[in-house]
Each structure stands twice: as structure tokens, then as C-alpha cells.
């Protein structure tokens, strides 16, 4: 990516796609001090995000050669952040496959589209839609403050804890559930030690299976 950038301690992500998913992610990134590199077919879209990211740059995203000439094959990280063509998309995602970068990320838009992405050999295929609504749905059916969901089946959840746990050590938890941190109502989040008791006030991150993690949230 010397074309592009200097080298910095934090390896330069290349993004390819600048809808909406795209440039929400390159912007973000920018702010955090990583150097972007945006991608995208359509001039008036490379025009609109060259002040917001390190670089952007007008070209086929489907054309390996293109590519090649801009040093994608060099970057570390790639996005493919194109998901309402599926064809692109998934053209794009073979041509970088093939370019042999190491942490290639896509955007799909269904079930079918995230199905074949994987099936190229995309490391990390991403549902934003899906990913989000399940999140919100889980913030506004439960008691929880914030969810992440790492596996089809496993999560971990910032609460204040249920009732039943006040005045309990951290390792009286249900079966199933683990409490990583805890923030006291002046403190910061931290790792409990042994035989912590946990007070009413406390903030507590909790991980496990999400039916677990349900079942305690809401008792």
C-alpha cells in the first residue's frame, strides 16, 4: 500500500463499496486513526467521501488488474462493503480472494449472499441488518443495557444484575452464566476478584449461552 500510505503501527484498511455500510465503517476507522483507502465505481460517491477518508479513488471494483494497480494486494485488512449488487459484490470478493490479501471482510444483504461470500473464502462475512435488529431486538425485549453477540448461541451483556443476585458472590451466578466485569456505582469496570459481592448500584458484563443470558437478565 506505499502508493497510498506511510506505514504505521496500525496497518491501513481498504474499503471497497462506499454506500452507507461503507462509509459509516471508513469514517469511523478514520476517527480511530487508522488510514483508509475507499474504493468505489461511481465518481460522484468517491467525490462526496474524499474528505472524510485518507484516500479515495474512482475504479472498477470488479477488475482484478484495477485492483492490482491501486496495491490492494498488499493491505492487510479489505472490506467489501458493496451488498445491494450481489454480482459485484461477490466478483469483487473473488478478485481480492485471489489477490491473496490475509483479512478480507464482506457485507451481505440475505441469507444466500453470505452463503456463497463464504463459500469463496471470505474470512468474515458481516449481516449488518440482521446483525443490528437482532441487537436491538434483544436491548428492547430485555433488561440489558448493551448486547453483543459473538455466536449464533453465545453473548455477552452489560446489566444492572437481577434482584436475586444482590448481596451474592460473583461466582453464586446461575449455571451457564459467568460475570467478567463489574463497575461499582463510583467506580470503572473491572475484573471481580474472588468473592466479590455484588450490591445494588453495581453494573455487572455477563457471558453466556443467549438463553441463559435471557432468563437471567429478566428474573
Given at each position: 500500500?506505499?502508493?497510498?500510505?506511510?506505514?504505521?503501527?496500525?496497518?491501513?484498511?481498504?474499503?471497497?463499496?462506499?454506500?452507507r455500510f461503507g462509509m459509516a465503517l471508513g469514517e469511523e476507522l478514520v476517527q480511530s486513526g487508522v488510514e483508509v483507502l475507499?474504493?468505489?465505481?461511481?465518481?460522484?460517491?468517491?467525490?462526496?467521501?474524499?474528505?472524510?477518508?485518507?484516500?479515495?479513488?474512482?475504479?472498477?471494483?470488479?477488475?482484478?488488474?484495477?485492483?492490482?494497480q491501486l496495491g490492494v494486494q498488499d493491505a492487510h485488512r479489505v472490506?467489501?462493503?458493496?451488498?445491494?449488487?450481489?454480482?459485484?459484490?461477490?466478483?469483487?470478493?473473488?478478485?481480492?480472494?485471489?489477490?491473496?490479501?490475509?483479512?478480507?471482510?464482506?457485507?451481505?444483504?440475505?441469507?444466500?449472499?453470505?452463503?456463497i461470500l463464504t463459500q469463496i473464502g471470505v474470512h468474515h462475512v458481516v449481516r449488518p441488518e440482521r446483525d443490528t435488529?437482532?441487537?436491538?431486538?434483544?436491548?428492547?425485549?430485555?433488561?440489558?443495557q448493551e448486547y453483543i453477540e459473538f455466536d449464533r448461541d453465545f453473548a455477552m451483556a452489560k446489566l444492572a444484575p437481577p434482584l436475586h443476585m444482590h448481596g451474592r458472590k460473583v461466582e453464586e451466578t446461575p449455571q451457564g452464566i459467568a460475570i467478567v466485569a463489574v463497575r461499582s456505582a463510583d467506580g470503572h469496570?473491572?475484573?471481580p476478584p474472588a468473592g466479590y459481592v455484588i450490591r445494588s448500584g453495581d453494573l455487572v458484563i455477563a457471558a453466556g449461552r443467549i438463553k441463559d443470558l435471557d432468563k437471567f437478565a429478566d428474573s
Open positions: 500500500m506505499a502508493k497510498f500510505f506511510s506505514r504505521p503501527a496500525n496497518p491501513p484498511v481498504v474499503i471497497i463499496g462506499l454506500g475507499g474504493i468505489d465505481v461511481d465518481e460522484a460517491v468517491v467525490t462526496k467521501a474524499a474528505p472524510l477518508l485518507t484516500h479515495a479513488v474512482i475504479a472498477e471494483t470488479t477488475d482484478q488488474d484495477a485492483l492490482r472490506v467489501i462493503g458493496i451488498g445491494s449488487d450481489m454480482g459485484a459484490s461477490l466478483l469483487t470478493a473473488s478478485a481480492v480472494m485471489d489477490l491473496g490479501v490475509p483479512n478480507v471482510w464482506a457485507k451481505a444483504d440475505n441469507q444466500q449472499h453470505a452463503k435488529g437482532r441487537r436491538v431486538a434483544h436491548l428492547i425485549a430485555g433488561h440489558v469496570f473491572s475484573t
